[in-house]
């Protein structure tokens, strides 16, 4: 089956066409090395993702190198892939996985590893680096969870620690070479041993005692430790188009990272031990890509990432050049990391000025002493004081986030949760503002003060659920939780061994996938799978002794052991570390303060921008005098069949942000462009008669250079065939035209047994009802064209039709569901009653 044949049997087709803004599509053939970069989650989890993106566009400017994308397929896509016998294929080209020469998997979270299986499956590849040959890509692993990968080790050839920027080139050029040259598998894995931050699971082997119980890991090659690979300075990366989805994402805004790396000290945070050191952009920087970003991308949010974007050195200079700059186009600014403490009322305010972004804040704990033991270094007055400053700056919602089960826990930390949110909704002197808390079982990583901490059982993390749920009462409060299922098995995988990979496997075979979804997770499918393997799940989650070798001690990631426990003696004892930006080097063993050290701007100074550089602001003229309306009329035709009416709405606000028309805007808090598009398309229809009416508040100099400029951002299948003024008046009766070419050959005589006056009636479900509506009266016209296709004409009222076009065609030929998605319906034209 073709592609074309495979999306519309699909929900969402348009995760899978590859038809996105700014996507890369090089010459498969004049590539010497092709990589499929890989997100094993949805799409709309993976196109969120930065460091995908990143890596994305550095192997697609090396000249030798072809990259291109693949997510996780859904349950619905998987089930038509294996039906029709077609591998999973990437998104720009199509080709199956298994014509590229590396796999690049993003280790995004444990909860991951099932649709790893999944995508390796799918593409025609053993599951275990044993098992594979010359004849199939390399599997690269790399990302948070290439710290602790042992869980899932034996699936991958090579995994990255650490920072990926310099050495993905360096792999490439590795790999371009050894290609070149025949070098075998093995010749291939011994020279990206030799990369640093590279490991080759094979090259060391895992030891277990007579009882079972690992006892360490023996290096094979020479080597006994994997170091980290850390970028010293982020100043020149980035800058490369954003990919901007056709779908809402998740994340669906322009990110830029500020810093990389913190200092806090956090004791239960991973990122923080394994990201250090603290990277800062120069705002100058920072300030360009935001430009560049939003103009290449239409998006009208920026997001400013790090672990703690507060800490930032300029963020308050950084945030008022910014607003200054982007407010005029309507562009709001969001910080999703933020501490409290941070977030002073002067940053609130800025971000205020467009829109009033979330602020979810992170106490963590509920009690300044259980905050002491995880370093978080904040205080209830300090959260209070955030809070009055929120409220009264006019923020009516707070999120708080906590955990529970953290080490030293009492019945009284877990009371104090419920009364801080109280506290804090008391700081408000306006009536209607409301706190969401989320909780969530603590989950011990690896490289961090607690790494060897018991964590809370199943029924334990219920408990508490219960508890708080008794005590977070009222309407001004919502509690949600992260289901301790969910934890406990994160919590397996994230401090297990290679024994794992025996029950990841078996559980996918029982049917595990998609497990960080809620709707998809099944922790029977995981019991059963432990009970058939031999393995204690429960045994994963114990205290660790002191003296017990763990699964990752291999795994450098460059903070000194000796620092770590340390950190867990001072936990215990309620002793403060400060942040060593702030209060000097806390000794952690990382910088050696030449090549590896913090990087930390000074200077804050921020120049204005240069005269005439700024592009023309998107103006929000008032419906009056100011207002001309213009019709673009434009077609759908092949990969923009796929896209649904909401993607299409937000598709084309994003190109008149690009293109930079006079826009008149819609008042109120979140004013939106003044556009109205034409009656939504059933997905998979193609049309040559779309329109969108677009309000401005100038008139255009010159219709076919902004119809020029507007196909010069529209993605594949999309045109724009006119621009011209109009009245803005939209019909309400219309005759349109389409012709539908069925799967199979068309019978001419039913078309003959439909004739004369009578009821025509066609059964449809709708709203999850099944009813029978008299398609007669609609039919305009049903002939035979050349014997292959049909050409209905349909009576619609007030923009929709009673029925659809292939609704009448199945009815009427008898086509089954698989019949009625291949088959092809273009809407010809359009005209009034």
Not at 183 to 210: H, M
Not at 239 to 245: I, N, S
Not at 286 to 306: H, K, M, T, V, Y
Not at 522 to 537: F, N
């Amino acid at each position: 089956m073709s592609i074309d044949d495979i999306l519309p049997l699909v929900s969402r087709p348009s995760r899978y066409a590859g038809n996105e803004f700014n996507i890369v599509k090089k010459e498969w053939h004049l590539a010497g090395l092709r990589c499929a970069l890989i997100f094993p989650d949805l799409y709309e989890i993976g196109m969120s993702h930065q460091g995908l993106q990143i890596l994305y566009h550095l192997l697609n400017n090396h000249p030798g190198v072809l990259a291109e994308r693949a997510y996780a397929p859904a349950p619905d896509m998987e089930k038509v892939l294996r039906d029709s016998g077609r591998p999973l294929f990437a998104l720009e080209s199509h080709r199956p996985l298994g014509e590229f020469d590396l796999l690049g998997i993003t280790l995004p979270y444990e909860l991951c590893y099932t649709n790893i299986l999944t995508i390796l499956d799918l593409a025609g590849l053993p599951f275990r680096s044993r098992d594979r040959d010359r004849s199939h890509p390399l599997v690269l692993g790399g990302g948070p969870g290439a710290f602790h990968p042992e869980a899932g080790a034996d699936f991958f050839d090579a995994i990255l620690l650490g920072d990926g920027e310099e050495a993905v080139l360096e792999i490439a050029e590795l790999m371009l070479a050894a290609k070149s040259e025949g070098a075998s598998r093995p010749e291939i894995l011994t020279r990206l041993a030799a990369v640093e931050g590279v490991y080759v699971p094979s090259f060391f082997e895992p030891l277990y005692d007579p009882s079972g119980s690992f006892t360490g890991m023996r290096g094979l090659a020479g080597q006994n430790s994997v170091r980290r690979r850390i970028l010293a300075d982020i100043e020149s990366t980035g800058g490369d188009p954003p990919l901007v989805p056709l779908s809402r994402i998740v994340h669906d805004r322009l990110g830029i990272e500020i810093a990389r790396g913190c200092t806090r000290g956090c004791r239960f945070c991973q990122a923080g031990m394994v990201y250090r050191p603290v990277r800062e952009r120069s705002p100058a920087r920072i300030l360009e890509l935001a430009e560049q970003g939003i103009n290449e991308s239409g998006f009208d949010e920026l997001a400013l990432l790090s672990l703690s974007t507060g800490d930032y050195s300029c963020i308050s200079e950084l945030l008022v050049n910014l607003m200054d700059r982007l407010t005029q186009d309507r562009v709001s600014v969001s910080m999703p990391s933020m501490r409290v403490g941070t977030l002073t009322s002067e940053i609130m305010d800025q971000i205020k000025r467009v829109r009033k972004s979330g602020f979810t804040l992170a106490p963590e704990a509920g009690t300044d002493r259980l905050r002491r033991v995880i370093n978080k270094g904040i205080t209830e007055e300090d959260l209070l004081t955030t809070s009055r400053a929120a409220f009264g700056l006019g923020w009516k919602l707070l999120k708080f986030y906590f955990m529970f089960g953290l080490p030293t826990e009492t019945d009284e930390d877990l009371a104090a949760i419920p009364l801080l949110a109280k506290r804090a909704l008391q700081t408000a002197e306006q009536g209607g503002r409301r706190i969401n808390i989320s909780v969530a079982t603590f989950v011990p990583k690896p490289h961090t003060p607690f790494q060897r901490a018991r964590q809370l059982g199943i029924e334990e993390g219920f408990a508490r659920i219960d508890y708080l749920k008794k005590e977070v009462r009222g309407k001004n409060f919502q509690l949600k939780w992260h289901d301790p299922r969910q934890s406990y098995l994160e919590g397996v995988i994230s401090r297990g061994d290679r024994r794992l990979s025996t029950l990841i496997e078996e559980a996918w075979r029982r049917g595990a996938r998609l497990d960080a979804w809620t709707e998809h997770f099944r922790l029977d499918t995981w019991l059963a799978a432990a009970d058939s393997v031999g393995i204690d799940l429960d045994s994963y989650l114990r205290q660790r002794d002191d003296n017990e070798v763990l699964p990752w001690a291999h795994l450098d990631c460059r903070v000194d052991p000796d620092f770590i426990e340390e950190e867990q003696r001072k936990a215990l004892a309620g002793i403060y570390t400060p942040d060593c930006r702030v209060h000097g080097c806390q000794k952690c063993g990382l910088c050696d303060f030449k090549t590896i050290k913090p990087v930390v701007v000074k200077d804050c100074k921020l120049p204005a921008p240069p005269a005439g550089s700024a592009a023309p602001p998107l103006q929000a003229g008032a419906a009056g005098d100011n207002r001309f309306i213009y019709r673009f009329n434009y077609s759908r035709l092949g990969p923009a069949r796929f896209s649904g009416h909401l993607e299409v709405i937000q598709l084309f606000y994003r190109v008149l942000r690009r293109i930079r028309l006079p826009l008149n805007f819609s008042q109120g808090f979140n004013p939106s462009p003044r556009v109205t598009f034409s009656p939504a398309l059933p997905l998979g229809t193609e049309s040559r008669a779309e329109y969108l009416l677009v309000e401005l508040h100038r008139i255009l100099a010159d219709p076919e250079e902004v119809k020029a400029a507007f196909n010069r951002e529209l993605p594949a299948g999309f045109v724009v065939n006119s621009v011209a003024l109009d009245s803005g008046r939209v019909e309400q009766r219309l005759l349109t035209c389409y012709h539908i070419r069925l799967p199979e050959p068309i019978n001419p005589a039913v078309l003959d047994s439909i004739g004369g006056d009578g009821p025509l009636e066609i059964e449809v479900t709708r709203k999850g009802r099944r009813r029978r509506i008299d398609a007669r009266p609609l039919l305009g016209g049903l002939t035979m064209i050349d014997g292959e296709q049909l050409e209905m004409q349909l009576l619609t009222e007030g923009g929709q039709a009673a029925l659809k076009p292939l609704e009448i065609a199945a009815a009427l030929f008898a086509l089954t569901a698989e019949q009625s998605a291949r088959a092809m319906v273009m809407k010809m034209w359009c005209r009034e009653r």
